[in-house]
């Protein structure tokens, strides 16, 4: 060997030997143990903090925790008072009074006031922001109109006398409330976005926080960050960690060895099936309730077959749900049994409002095929050929597609021809706008823990979700019914969703595939933090160590 | 005494036998053959690429597109994930395995009740991965050769033109090359993939539009020094007119070029198809390409390795292939080699 | 040669602008909305559109783009709410500038090294492994290989990190070998054939007619003549790694401008695509210029054309 061949080895071995040992050394030391600190993983980047356009609900999730609304969502499910010492619905419905509790601050020190609160919502709506989710003050007094520059936002129905807030609605809407807790609705602090400009929110330090924390060392793209206790916290003498570190961990393998290490105290193992199996009986494995549902919409505008109520019906029943949860998703998912998820609400009297409602899907090859066959002769146009579109966002998404194509073919024969379209995420939401598909699988997520959230999808045939512009008198009156005539009588509005349920059934006009959950391992030793099944799914404001 | 009776003539025994050559004549292309013969890997390779293409063409009668994509869907998970099972004792072959969330090794066919015996394993969807190979290698292979042959009719009249007209016009055709080889091909690609949607034709038609350059580039410099050469001008005095001289003279004598670039070519197609299906631009689902069988079975790695393992193992081994089968034509069509 | 320079880097921005324009008149015909919530009604997306300057005729946004692309601004990401692209790009091309510089040294190293042990042995048993194993090296793609080299040393043997940038040199080690591999196959084969052609070259025969020890002709004169026509491959390397690196990014999670690319791809996020590739397209460009401009000062012929 040459001398320089000879170095390149040396700085080979020693590059790898340091590496290693470096590795190593860091492997050593549990902080799983520090009963001032938590640790958690994102599975990936934060986007923006800025209340108004958050949109992903990572950033929602570094939000929830680090600023607070008028009320938040307790471990029961309740939505509970936060920065509002109490608040009032009037009989009709339509009038909220909420008053502030007495002293708030932000965490720079500087007074929280009902202002900052109205102007949260005035930002929200103004079209200048250009907010995504601005549609969510829909229903607020003048909100639409504003939205759609008819108005000046200082028109909207929100209002601030001294330590009181008046929120006045264009009708009465039981979900109202849960709204008073959306991080996307958490108060701003005028005279600080205005400073900050367009660069509001792009860091850690460009936004001021109301919540049991202010977060730190973000820098608008790096991965390594940390939520460290906001002494100007309202309830700050009961929040109990002193620091939660955070770290984007974008592959859920890496994640999962770092919960084993001790590194962190939380892993989602729901993001492939394999990795469900394989954790799903260790004795820290959870399951909460997600507020979101798949199901297929059929285009009942344009498509010949699927304008027909038997083949819709055919296809329905040729869709065995339960084979679907176990062999598309492995398990991650749970066959549905309704639109509306599971564990996203309950009734009055206690019951799981899917269990409620669920008009009785069932999976009978032979009814199908005899369905199917009434059917094709009824539309009398030969061999039904469909594209079945999805996005290609998971594994389990095209396991989907594969699964019901195989379905329905293997059902239906030679009648039948799927041909599947995988498309970007954006993609598949355009077409499904325009109408440009035959099947298309589509995943919600609901934004409130009410039954409204799913059943308004379809509230008229030009509903914005209506992708497959489908009518059904039953069904849009049963909607109206619950919106309207009883949106204050929890019970009938019960009734009605159940109706909505069956003529969606009888129809066939959509085929609910499956509910989702997620499940993660949990450190035994954290306690006091809650799982949302909607809004922040992680809130981590009263957790600690034991 | 006479010397002739001592010494006996052993060589050339009249003056016509001097003109003669032992040596058998051999045309251009058995003395590239010849050559080729003598590398041996390079032979090895080309047998196992016409293997290869027969198994692809025969199985399409055997294995159809469509019978790789099923599979029973009220069988729960009775026929997902199996490991490969030989039916022999084969160590990793038998068709033992670990179920998930255990660490006992069984057999995993026993254990589900699965009569069959799936050679190469089956996904997790229970679908058979040798059907799934079988396709997926048949439609790699075509996707790299449609998008070579392409690059071929395309790549060579660019060049042609290019070196043959020179002056303002091969400027403005090397420009144009400058420019696109100055995006990287991976970006290329996958916008005109984006633009055209999924499927096979789109994907062809990307790969092609990128690939081309190179041989464009060949073509051009080969007929840049032919054009001097004698038998070109010879032909130009006799008034032939330039397609003619093109195809009937320079075509043929940048042959081992062109050949040797299409070997290089197709390699490439066969890695862009799987950069394709690795950014879900790949073939349309549930259609099997070595592309998106990998990058499908990517999250299977720590858990069914060989759902990954196999296709990438093929796609290597045809790469390999078509790369030492090019090695071996560039020596053997060089010649400088010749007689060695 | 400066005149030189200064023609190489008129094209060079001529090129960019043409790049520019090709790949903003693509954007403009990809499908896709480029917004995520899937609850935006069509009066929603119209004020979005307006706000975002999205209305204007294209031929308007078209100059708008340039006139900002010219103060350094690539636009605002869609993903990224009110991140700027040029920010976005800026925090992560440190990253895969590193990847991509780790794996060409590592990868050039070896094959010189390997190159020139090949050229000494030529025929020998040595030279024939060698050339196996670049010849497998060429024909591996490097997510392939990341792929073997996360299953043996990652999940098999758990000797290194799986994912990941940042917290440990040990991270950086299978990307970087994942993407020098193509490189070293390269540098080997190109290495071997240049040093073959010197070894047999008059000059050298003369020196070793003149009673020079083997390892001193090798080290004083086949090196050297041997070593600059490597620097031509300088270019077309770059071009393989940052093919190379996009997927292995993606593969070991590394925050680099790569796995930026690829998952702006599903999100259509139209300025970060435009934003990446006009990098792109101008590193690689660079390169070429770089290496053409070093090959103009060693050889001067280069020059006179």
């Given amino acids: 060997m040459k001398k320089w061949q000879k170095w390149t080895a040396a700085i080979v071995v020693v590059a790898a030997v340091a590496g290693g040992t470096k590795a190593a050394g860091l492997w050593g030391g549990n902080p799983s143990t520090d009963k001032n600190t938590l640790n958690y993983a994102l599975p990936a980047d934060i986007q923006t903090l800025d209340i108004s356009k958050s949109t992903d609900s990572y950033s929602n999730m570094i939000l929830g925790n680090t600023e607070s609304n008028l009320l938040r969502m307790n471990?029961?499910?309740?939505?509970?008072?936060?920065?509002?010492?109490?608040?009032?619905?009037?009989?009709?419905?339509k009038t909220y009074t909420v008053e502030l509790r007495s002293g708030l601050k932000w965490s720079d020190g500087s007074k929280l006031t009902a202002k900052d609160v109205v102007y949260s919502w005035q930002r929200m709506v103004d079209p200048k922001t250009g907010s995504q989710y601005a549609s969510l003050a829909s229903g607020v007094l003048n909100a639409d109109d504003i939205m759609a520059g008819k108005k000046a936002v200082s028109e909207l129905g929100v209002s601030a006398s001294g330590n009181t807030i008046t929120f006045q609605l264009d009708h009465a809407m039981p979900q109202f409330k849960y709204l008073l807790s959306f991080p996307n609705f958490a108060p701003q602090k005028q005279t600080f976005v205005e400073k900050q400009g367009d660069k509001y929110g792009t860091t850690a330090a460009k936004q001021v926080y109301s919540g049991a924390y202010k977060f730190e060392d973000w820098n608008g793209t790096n991965g390594k960050f940390k939520m460290v206790k906001n002494d100007n916290y309202w309830d700050s003498k009961d929040v109990k960690t002193k620091t939660i570190n955070w770290q984007v961990v974008k592959n859920a393998d890496t994640a999962l060895k770092l919960y084993k290490q001790g590194k962190i105290d939380r892993v989602s193992i729901s993001n492939t099936p394999e990795m469900y199996s394989a954790n799903k009986n260790k004795k820290d494995a959870k399951s909460a309730a997600v507020a979101a549902a798949t199901y297929l919409e059929y285009n009942q505008d344009t498509n010949a077959f699927l304008k027909n109520k038997k083949i819709r019906q055919a296809l329905n029943l040729a869709t065995n749900r339960s084979e679907l949860a176990t062999q598309a998703t492995g398990g991650t998912r749970d066959a549905a049994q309704s639109l509306v998820s599971k564990g996203l609400t309950e009734t009055t009297s206690g019951k799981d409002l899917s269990d409620y409602v669920k008009p009785g899907y069932t999976y009978d090859k032979k009814k199908?095929?005899?369905?199917?066959?009434?059917?094709?002769?009824?539309?009398?146009?030969?061999?039904?050929?469909?594209?079945?579109?999805?996005?290609?966002?998971?594994?389990?998404?095209?396991?989907?597609?594969?699964?019901?194509?195989?379905?329905?073919?293997?059902t239906f024969g030679s009648d039948i021809e799927v041909s599947e379209k995988i498309v970007p995420f954006k993609q598949r939401l355009k077409d499904s706008q325009s109408g440009d598909f035959d099947v298309v699988v589509t995943n919600w997520n609901g934004d409130y823990a009410d039954g409204s959230t799913f059943y308004d999808l379809f509230a008229s045939k030009d509903a914005g979700y209506n992708d497959g512009k489908f009518t059904n008198q039953t069904y849009f009156d049963a909607v109206k019914k619950a919106d309207n005539t009883d949106a204050t009588n929890a019970s009938a509005r019960e009734q009605d969703f159940k109706d909505a349920e069956k003529a969606l059934m009888d129809d066939a006009n959509i085929n609910p595939l499956y509910s989702w959950k997620s499940t993660s391992l949990v450190r035994s030793n954290v306690k006091g933090a809650v799982e949302n099944p909607v809004g922040l799914t992680l809130d981590l404001t009263y957790a600690h160590r034991k | 005494m006479e010397a002739s009776q001592d010494f006996e003539l052993v060589g050339i025994e009249n003056v016509a036998a001097t003109e003669k050559i032992n040596k058998p004549t051999l045309t251009f292309w058995q003395s590239v053959w010849h050559r080729l013969k003598k590398n041996k890997l390079a032979v090895i390779s080309m047998y196992f690429l016409i293997a290869i293409s027969a198994f692809a063409l025969v199985?399409?009668?055997?294995?159809?597109?469509?019978?790789?994509?099923?599979?029973?869907?009220?069988?729960?998970?009775?026929?997902?994930?199996?490991?490969?099972?030989?039916?022999?004792?084969?160590?990793?072959?038998?068709?033992?395995?670990?179920?998930?969330?255990?660490?006992?090794?069984?057999?995993?066919?026993?254990?589900?009740?699965?009569?069959?015996?799936?050679?190469?394993?089956?996904?997790?969807?229970?679908?058979?991965?040798?059907?799934?190979?079988?396709?997926?290698?048949?439609?790699?292979?075509?996707?790299?050769?449609?998008?070579?042959?392409?690059d071929l009719l395309f790549g060579v009249s660019y060049g042609l033109v290019s070196g043959w007209f020179g002056g303002w016009i091969d400027t403005v055709l090397q420009r144009f090359i400058e420019i696109i080889s100055a995006i990287p091909t991976l970006v290329v690609v996958t916008l005109l993939a984006m633009l055209f949607g999924s499927g096979i034709g789109s994907i062809i038609l990307a790969i092609a539009l990128t690939n081309w350059v190179g041989m464009a580039r060949q073509v051009r410099n080969q007929t840049l020094t032919l054009k001097e050469r004698d038998f070109v001008?010879?032909?130009?005095?006799?008034?032939?007119?330039?397609?003619?001289?093109?195809?009937?003279?320079?075509?043929?004598?940048?042959?081992?070029?062109?050949?040797?670039?299409?070997?290089?070519?197709?390699?490439?197609?066969?890695?862009?198809?799987?950069?394709?299906?690795?950014?879900?631009?790949?073939?349309?689902?549930?259609?099997?390409?070595?592309?998106?069988?990998?990058?499908?079975?990517?999250?299977m790695l720590q858990y069914y390795p060989y759902q990954i393992l196999i296709p990438s193992a093929i796609l290597v081994l045809v790469s390999l292939a078509f790369i030492l089968l090019g090695d071996g034509l560039r020596d053997a069509f060089d010649p400088k080699m010749l007689d060695e | 040669m400066a005149r030189y320079i200064l023609k190489r880097a008129l094209i060079l921005i001529i090129t960019m602008w043409i790049v520019v324009t090709a790949t903003f008149f693509l954007m403009q015909i990809l499908p896709g909305t480029p917004y995520n919530n899937p609850k935006l009604t069509q009066s929603a997306i119209d004020q979005l559109n307006a706000t975002y300057g999205l209305d204007k005729p294209v031929l308007v946004q078209y100059w708008d783009y340039l006139i900002n692309l010219l103060h350094g601004d690539l636009g605002t990401s869609f993903q990224y709410q009110n991140q700027s692209v040029s920010t976005l790009i800026g925090q992560r091309l440190p990253i895969s500038?590193?990847?991509?510089?780790?794996?060409?040294?590592?990868?050039?190293?070896?094959?010189?090294?390997?190159?020139?042990?090949?050229?000494?042995?030529?025929?020998?048993?040595?030279?024939?492994?060698?050339?196996?194993?670049?010849?497998?090296?060429?024909?591996?793609?490097?997510?392939?290989?990341?792929?073997?080299?996360?299953?043996?040393?990652?999940?098999?043997?758990?000797?290194?990190?799986?994912?990941?940038?940042?917290?440990?040199?040990?991270?950086?080690?299978?990307?970087?070998?994942?993407?020098?591999?193509?490189?070293?196959?390269?540098?080997?084969r190109f290495v071997r054939s240049e040093m073959i052609e010197v070894l047999h070259s008059d000059y050298i025969q003369l020196a070793r007619a003149k009673g020079i020890g083997e390892d001193q002709v090798i080290q004083k004169h086949a090196y050297r003549n041997s070593m600059i026509p490597i620097l031509t491959l300088i270019g077309p390397l770059t071009a393989g790694l940052l093919t190379g690196s996009t997927l292995v990014e993606n593969i070991f999670s590394i925050p680099g401008i790569g796995q930026q690319f690829v998952s702006s791809i599903p999100t259509k996020d139209y300025p970060v695509i435009m934003g990446t590739t006009i990098v792109y397209a101008l590193m690689l460009m660079v390169m070429i210029l770089i290496t053409d401009i070093l090959t103009a000062i060693v050889d001067p012929r280069v020059r006179l054309q």
């Fill in chain 1, 75 to 93: 471990s029961k499910g309740e939505a509970a008072p936060d920065l509002a010492k109490s608040y009032k619905v009037s009989d009709d419905g």
């Fill in chain 1, 368 to 410: 199908a095929q005899q369905l199917f066959k009434e059917g094709l002769a009824e539309v009398n146009q030969g061999k039904m050929k469909i594209s079945l579109e999805t996005d290609a966002d998971s594994v389990i998404s095209k396991n989907t597609v594969d699964y019901i194509k195989q379905a329905w073919e293997s």
């Fill in chain 2, 233 to 299: 001008l010879a032909a130009k005095t006799l008034g032939e007119s330039g397609p003619k001289i093109a195809f009937k003279h320079l075509v043929p004598n940048m042959a081992g070029t062109i050949i040797v670039q299409v070997m290089m070519t197709i390699p490439s197609a066969i890695m862009f198809e799987a950069v394709l299906s690795a950014i879900n631009l790949g073939v349309k689902a549930p259609t099997a390409s070595l592309g998106t069988l990998i990058s499908d079975a990517q999250q």
């Fill in chain 3, 97 to 188: 500038a590193q990847l991509g510089f780790q794996a060409l040294v590592v990868g050039v190293l070896l094959g010189l090294w390997f190159g020139a042990v090949s050229a000494r042995n030529q025929n020998k048993k040595l030279d024939g492994f060698l050339g196996v194993i670049s010849t497998l090296g060429i024909s591996t793609p490097s997510f392939i290989l990341a792929i073997v080299l996360l299953f043996v040393f990652g999940y098999q043997l758990d000797w290194l990190p799986i994912s990941g940038w940042g917290d440990s040199f040990s991270q950086t080690i299978l990307p970087t070998l994942a993407l020098a591999v193509t490189p070293m196959a390269i540098t080997t």
């Fill in chain 2, 59 to 150: 199985s399409t009668a055997v294995v159809s597109q469509n019978s790789a994509n099923q599979f029973n869907t009220n069988a729960g998970s009775k026929y997902k994930n199996l490991p490969p099972k030989s039916g022999l004792p084969i160590p990793f072959w038998d068709g033992n395995g670990t179920v998930l969330g255990s660490t006992d090794k069984v057999d995993v066919y026993e254990k589900n009740g699965v009569d069959k015996n799936f050679i190469l394993g089956t996904d997790n969807l229970g679908r058979s991965l040798g059907k799934r190979v079988t396709v997926g290698l048949r439609i790699s292979l075509f996707v790299a050769l449609a998008a070579t042959a392409i």
